[in-house]
């Protein structure tokens, strides 16, 4: 008899990848996807703990199944990913309706973990070493990953896949948990991102996103050989039938000038950098221990702008940072207006137990005064994003369709083949333009009518103007 699972996930791109992973591994054993909790046999919790809110909300959702689980004692309930390495035990405390609890290093087990609940054994724990519970050889081993398997169904779309070059982080920012959640940086061995690389595209993977928590900083030591970004780029451009590359989230300190000619002289490589400021006070970054000064960052910003024609850079901030005045906040204002990012994702500093930053820092920034930084940089940073995207006005831009917008799937006429579609630009940007559910996956040229700070509108340029976009000059 076939199982069911349903499988929900919060959190970064990586737990996205993580998720696609555990599902072709049941999948592999016969469980089918439900949206349906009450059809399912396993439920599955992919969880963030980079900021407090994810948590209470995961927390919230599991204390919701007291009812279910009461019903249906046989239901198997699994918290995997961030919050289950850094809570381990003690979820099974707080949620007691949780029967497995699994790092992000020990997905792998998944399957066995559940047999082992169905067998009778409960409170099932499976999780990474601490950073200091072990030689370094032992802890990099219980937080390694098992990308091999994919399932092609569980990618954002068919012709869109993540790919992981490197697990977990070194940088030890003093306000973040995943140095300890996932683990020591680790850079995957090329040939095995290349073996996987060829497989999507033999899949009809269009776009390939490169991920790593500090991707750019990305190495690997072979003898003599090493091997960075860079060299990965050069090597994934030859792949046939790969169109676009990306790659996120980017270090500051290590976006060398080899690497930006690679964007530059590659053209599958999108000209799309995320490269996380987080505060533009240089003493908030020296109490972040970010390693790099604002001058750095603006050395960087003018590096990108010589080398990389049609760049478009975004950013992350944390406002309300331990000790942030109101003359620190007044600097990020100034340096989002100075380095005009495409968009900024702004967050309200949120302590995390275990970082540096808990045990060394007062969080000490009202929450209302945070509120406030959050509302004014975001009503700032959108400003910039839509004066920029009306620079689009008029212009063609080559879209890789992704399929039918949020509004076209919320009315969901099955049947009728035209509706509106979302895409994206080389750099990046979402357009909305009108067109056929079965140009999904094709990269189209749509010239842009109308923008606002997060959105290009656009039309399909026809058939009949090809000559013309033969003739264009590249999107800038
Ligand atoms: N509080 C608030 N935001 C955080 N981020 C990371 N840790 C915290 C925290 N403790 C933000 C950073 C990072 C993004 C993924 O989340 O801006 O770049
Ligand atoms: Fe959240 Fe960070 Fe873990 Fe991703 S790596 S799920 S952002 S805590």
């Known amino acids: 008899m076939t199982k069911r699972l349903y499988i929900e996930t919060v959190g970064c791109q990586m737990n996205v990848l993580d998720s696609e992973m555990v599902v072709a591994s049941l999948r592999k054993l016969g469980y089918e996807l439900t949206m349906d909790q009450e059809q399912a046999d396993t439920l599955l919790f992919n969880t963030c703990s980079v900021r407090e809110h994810a948590e209470e909300k995961t927390y919230s959702q599991l204390g919701q199944l007291k009812r279910l689980k009461k019903q249906h004692p046989e239901k198997v309930v699994g918290v995997m990913g961030c919050m289950a390495q850094k809570d381990q035990q003690s979820i099974f405390a707080r949620a007691p309706y949780v029967d497995l609890v699994v790092g992000p290093g020990q997905l792998q087990q998944i399957p066995e973990l559940i047999q082992r609940v169905e067998d009778g054994e409960r409170n099932q724990l499976a999780v990474g070493l601490g950073r200091k519970d072990g030689s370094l050889a032992e802890i990099k081993r219980s937080h390694e990953t098992f990308d091999p398997l994919r399932d092609p169904s569980m990618r954002p779309t068919p012709f869109q896949a993540y790919l992981r070059i490197q697990i977990g982080c070194d940088k030890f920012c003093t306000y973040c948990v995943v140095p300890s959640t996932r683990g020591p940086e680790q850079g995957r061995p090329p040939q095995q991102i290349y073996d996987e690389a060829r497989i999507l595209a033999e899949q009809g993977c269009k776009e390939i996103t490169l991920l790593g928590q500090t991707v750019n900083s990305y190495k690997f030591v072979d003898g003599d050989t090493t091997t960075r970004l860079a060299d990965l780029l050069h090597g994934l451009h030859k792949i046939d039938g790969l169109e676009r590359l990306k790659f996120v989230t980017n270090y500051p300190k290590d976006m060398t000038y080899d690497l930006l000619q690679a964007v530059r002289d590659l053209p599958k490589v999108s000209p799309y950098l995320h490269v996380p400021l987080q505060s533009g006070s240089d003493r908030v970054l020296e109490r972040m221990k970010r390693g790099y000064t604002v001058a750095d ?25 331990c000790g942030e005045t109101e003359d ?29 930053g808990a045990e060394r820092l007062k969080d000490d920034v009202p929450l209302e005064v945070k509120q406030r930084r959050n509302n004014e940089l975001l009503a700032i940073q959108s400003a910039i994003s839509e ?8 212009r063609t831009v080559d879209v890789l369709v992704e399929g039918p917008s949020k509004r076209a799937i919320k009315k969901s006429n099955q049947d009728d083949p035209v509706l509106q579609l979302t895409g994206r630009t080389h750099c990046d940007r979402i357009v909305v333009f009108e067109g056929n559910r079965r140009q999904a996956g094709e990269i189209l040229p749509v010239t842009i009518y109308d923008a606002t700070a997060h959105t290009l509108f656009g039309s399909v340029v026809t058939q009949a103007f090809t000559l013309q976009i033969a003739a264009r000059k590249p999107e800038l």
Not at 304 to 315: D, H, L, M, N
Not at 387 to 394: H, I, M, P, S, Y
């Open 387 to 394: 004066e920029d995207n009306q620079a689009f006005l008029g």
């Open 328 to 356: 620190d906040f007044q600097q990020t204002v100034d340096l989002v207006k100075e380095c005009r990012f495409k968009n900024s994702f702004i967050f309200k500093y949120s302590e995390r137990p275990g970082t540096k």
């Open 297 to 321: 960052y603006r050395a960087m910003m003018a590096r990108i702008r010589e080398t990389v024609p049609g760049y478009a850079v975004s950013s992350d901030f944390i406002v309300g940072f």
